[in-house]
Every structure is written in C-alpha cells, then in structure tokens.
C-alpha cells in the first residue's frame, strides 16, 4: 500500500468499510477510558483516528508516545462513529479510522504556539515560525484563495488572447517613485543592477515589439517605509495592452474582477462599477481612495462661512481657502475629551485645529462657537448638514488641500469611534482623471504624479505650456473598500509630447537619455499606442477575504521594518563576498 491512499480531508461515510492510509501531523490527543483519540491533520483537513488496545494492542502502545506535531502515518479501516458523537463541524465528521498500524515518521519538539486559528499569537512570533504558523488552518485558506485568484486571472487573460511574458530581475535603476534596491555586478566593478519596481519599461517594449496584449504576475521591489499593506516586494497581476484607451482597460478588469469574486466569495460583483473623477472624490471624501461603503460625505460650507461672524471661518472662507464639515450621526455623545482626542488627531495630519458643534435633543446648539452665529446662520448650518438631534458637526478651515487630507481620514476615525456598519461588504469604483503633475516644494519642481510616460488628456494638452498644474492625466485607480487595488495609465508614445513633458519634469535631452534611453530608442521605430493596470496581488487577496495585513496573504513576509525573522536577514556577509564585489569599503 502507498504511504498514503487519501487526505485527512477526503473520507466520507461511502468510505466506511474500507482499509486505507493517512499520513499527517497529529493535532490533538485524547485518552477516554482506554482508548486514545488523535485528530490527524495536513492541509485537506482533519480525521479522526482512534486506537483500541484490545483490536490493534501494537499501535496503541505506540500512540502513547504520540505528542503535537508528531508527523506519523496510519493504517486501518473507516468506520461510522457511533451515534451521538459525529461532528457536524468536520466535513470528516461522520466516520473516523480505527488504527491498525501506527509509524512515526518524525518527532516533533513542543511548538511555541499550538498550531489553531483560536490561538492568540503575537505577528513577530508568527515570522519567526512561519513554518508553523503555515500549517495553522487560517493561513492554509488564504494561500488557497490567494492561489485560486492567480488561476482565475490567467485563465480569464488566456480567454482573452492575453501572453503572459517574463520580465527581468535584473536591470537598470531608473526613477520611478521609490528607492531601488540595488545589486552589486562583479564582472563590472562599481556598476549597479536594480530588482525592479515594476516591468513598466519592458512592458512598454513589449507593445513596441508587437505583443499587442501582455501580462505576467510578477515580483516587484521597492525600498519604502512600510505599512501593514506595503511590503518590499509584492506580486503584481501586471497587464499592457496597444491600440486601446481606458474605457478598453476597464472593461477588461471589470471582467476579471467579476470572475475573482465569482470564483473565490460567490458573489455578483453589479457592472460596470461607478467612477469618480480625482476631484469629486476629493470634494466629496476627503480621498482619492474612498470608502463608498460609507455614506456621510464632506459639506463645502464655504459660501456659508462668508456670511458668519466667526472669524476664522470668514476670513479663511474670504482668502480663497475651504471650510468644509462632516455631520457625526448621533456623536453628540461623544464627551469633550473625545473631541479633545480628534483635535490633536487633525492636527497631527496639518490641521491648525478643530472646531465643532452638537445638535442637541431640544433644537439648540452646544458648542463654545455658538454665540458668534446669528440664528439664521445656524438655521441654515442644519439643512446643509442635515442635522437631526444627537448629531455632532466637525469643521475644518483651512487651504482646500489640508481640508481634504484632514477630514478625510477624520471622516474614517468617525465611522471606526462610532461603530457605523457597512452598507454593504465590498465598494468598487474607478477614480480616473487624476492630475498629470504636481509641484513639489522640496524640490521646487514639477513631478509626475504617475511616471513620466503618462499621457494628458488629449482635451489638456494645450495646458502644458502655461498652466501644467491644470492638465489631467489619463490615468486610472482600481478602489476597493477605501484602499487602492490597482493603478494604470494610458502611456504616450508620441516623441514630441514625450519631450515636452521630460521639459515639464526638468529632465534635459541628456538626462532622458542616461535614464531611459533604451526606451526612447525603442520609441523611434514604430511605438503604437498603449496602456495598461497593475492589479497588487497581495493587496486583492487581503481585500477580497476581509484581513487586516497582507502578510497574511504571502507565505513568506517581511516585517514591518524589512526584516525576515525567520531566516535573520539581512544579515553580514563575509569580507571574502564584499571584496569580490568590489565593495570591500562598505564596512567603514
């Protein structure tokens, strides 16, 4: 007989009778009145198996050995159990195997956790081993989903005349938003590879060299700070495509997405999915990303504050700047401390301060504002907020982008402190129309907000010249409950636009061509036009089954600061490997 003939997962009632072999790591064991119980686990699930001294006498004595994370294979028959102890929680609930032979494949040390989804166990713990903390059913169901995603988007891609294409590892650091990390070359002493953040480059080749429709789930590398959605390096569902513009992308990821759903929660996803331009979703939310789940939005009470006595309102209303609101339902419970606490929260964002007021069982207004707004301001303040008593209205008066950049996350603090449920489990929309650039005071320059081979709207071209910061992007985020799940852009493949916006970015002819040279080259022999999405495969799987981290989408994470407690690294290498490397000074 094969060590194993079935999976601890895969016996049923239909099976009792027969002789069979299951191999495992032991779960948990049980000593009633004689006979010993073991529930044997891998990853298809958990049998029972119980051992009788009087039937199989050899086997039980070996079960006595038995500990937690013993990896042991058994032999014996499938049978019922008996009436009044099937466990309807199990699929393996109704039967169990009775042991005829008993072989211990390995030992097992006494874990530092027990190996159940119920233990509470601290993440840095769960790095250092991940190797048991794998084997936790848990993480087994988000590896499977994780990998279920994958095969659904190849499959769907295939259908779709989709070639999957690998990029390279190693290449050439080139400006893309973050730092690179970097690879020493021996052959080329004082020459650097990059792991690449993204294949954006070379899938820009690949529509030059003519395969119109491209994708690869592939690594990417970026040396950032870290968040509990961010990782040094991550999988992307990369996709590029010719002869396309966005409403091709959309209509291609729509599909995608509402077979992921379909395939992984069973759920319906309702298309097409809604769009927000960039600038509605900022006005109105606070956030380029927001979570629609939600329904209470920002209040623009600029033309309002105009009218008041209160002069910070007034005055920052008259000086072009923004005073908008957000009504708390029912947070008039909330106490002065509280407040006190959402304060210093908006002020830690930029914010100057924090003014508020409650709308209270008996029609009046409580806050130390009050006395500087006539009734007919406040008459006016409740329709625009719609306030209804026991509602707490939070303001913010400043510049329209500290307004959006405070209020927004205050709007998400808000929801968290009150307990608002979702209206419903999974909000998708498309934010597009993004700016093209932005102006950075540190560098007191122009940037990209998306990389420089971002294409204006067509419409905002003439806005290059004289007013940059005005020209939209054809550009595109994928949102899914408040987080992005994926960005693209339709990219230029004109020369002379290319040109004029290297200008805008103040990258000369000669620093184009240092850094992107080769593709520029590549450009003059025939680029048609093109564009595509990367869909993060990590932040998909973390958002789809409802986590908290997408380390506990990936098998093997970094911690928060970069680190794998696991293997300790980064870790020193010898002065032999530096030296070869022509780094034998990194030391000093």
């Not at 109704?94 to 097992?108: Q, R, T």
Request: charged share 30%.
């Amino acid at each position: 007989m094969s060590l194993r003939t079935h999976t601890c997962g895969e016996l049923r009632k239909n099976n009792v009778g027969e002789t069979i072999a299951l191999c495992g790591w032991v779960g948990s064991r049980r000593d009633h009145g004689g006979l010993v119980f073991i529930d044997l686990r891998d990853r298809y699930g958990v049998t029972q198996v119980v051992f009788n001294p009087k039937v199989h006498p050899q086997a039980y004595e070996v079960s006595k050995d038995l500990r937690p994370e013993f990896v042991i294979s058994i032999k014996g028959q499938v049978s019922e159990r008996p009436s009044g102890t099937t466990n309807s929680k199990l699929p393996t609930g109704e039967i169990e195997v009775s042991a005829e032979v008993l072989e211990i494949l390995n030992p097992s040390q006494t874990p530092p956790f027990e190996i159940q989804d119920e233990v509470e166990v601290s993440e840095d713990i769960r790095l250092k081993y991940r190797y048991l903390d794998l084997r936790r059913p848990f993480m087994q169901r988000n590896l499977l989903n994780r990998y279920r995603i994958s095969k659904i988007a190849r499959d769907y891609l295939d259908k779709q005349n989709f070639l999957e294409v690998e990029t390279p590892m190693l290449t050439k650091s080139t400006p893309e938003g973050a730092r690179d990390y970097l690879v020493p070359s021996r052959i080329f002493p004082g020459k650097f590879f990059a792991l690449p953040q993204s294949p954006q480059l070379f899938k820009q080749l690949l529509m030059v060299s003519g395969y119109d429709r491209y994708y690869q789930l592939t690594r990417c590398f970026r040396d950032e700070d870290l968040r509990a959605d961010r990782q040094p390096e991550h999988t992307q569902i990369d996709i590029e495509m010719s002869f396309i513009d966005e409403e091709d992308v959309f209509k291609l990821i729509e599909g995608l997405l509402s077979e992921v759903f379909k395939g992984v929660l069973n759920l319906e996803l309702k298309m097409p999915l809604p769009r927000l331009t960039y600038e509605e979703a900022t006005s109105r939310f606070g956030s380029d990303k927001p979570d629609l789940r939600y329904d209470f939005k920002l209040v623009d009470l600029t033309n309002w504050a105009k009218t008041v006595e209160f002069k910070i309102f007034r005055e920052t209303a008259e000086k072009g700047g923004k005073v908008k609101a957000i009504n708390a339902k029912k947070g008039a419970s909330f106490s002065l401390k509280d407040i006190e606490d959402l304060t210093e929260f908006v002020k830690s964002l930029g914010a100057k301060g924090l003014a508020w007021m409650k709308y209270e069982e008996s029609g009046e207004w409580k806050s130390p504002i009050v006395k500087f707004f006539l009734t007919t301001n406040l008459a006016e303040l409740k329709n625009q907020m719609k306030a209804e008593p026991e509602d707490l209205i939070l303001f913010v008066a400043d510049k329209k982008e500290v307004v959006h950049s405070t209020l927004g996350p205050l709007r998400l603090k808000v929801v968290e402190k009150l307990g608002i449920k979702p209206k419903t489990d999974f909000a998708l929309l498309w934010v597009v129309d993004f700016p093209l650039l932005e102006y950075s005071e540190e560098e007191k320059k122009f940037v990209a907000v998306h990389h420089p081979f971002t294409s204006p709207k067509k419409e905002d071209i003439a806005l290059l010249d004289k007013e940059p910061l005005k020209a939209r992007a054809k550009a595109y985020d994928l949102v899914i409950n408040g987080t992005e799940a994926g960005g693209g852009s339709i990219r230029i493949h004109s020369q002379d636009l290319q040109k004029r916006m290297f200008n805008l970015l103040g990258i000369n002819d000669q620093d184009a061509q240092v850094k992107f040279g080769f593709l520029l080259e590549a450009f003059k022999h025939g680029a048609p036009p093109h564009g595509g999405i990367a869909l993060g495969l990590d932040r998909l799987t973390m958002l789809l089954l409802g986590l908290k981290s997408i380390r506990d989408t990936i098998a093997f994470p970094k911690t928060q600061s970069s680190s794998c407690l696991m293997t300790e690294s980064p870790s020193e290498v010898s002065e032999r490997q530096l030296k070869e490397l022509h780094l034998n000074k990194g030391r000093e």
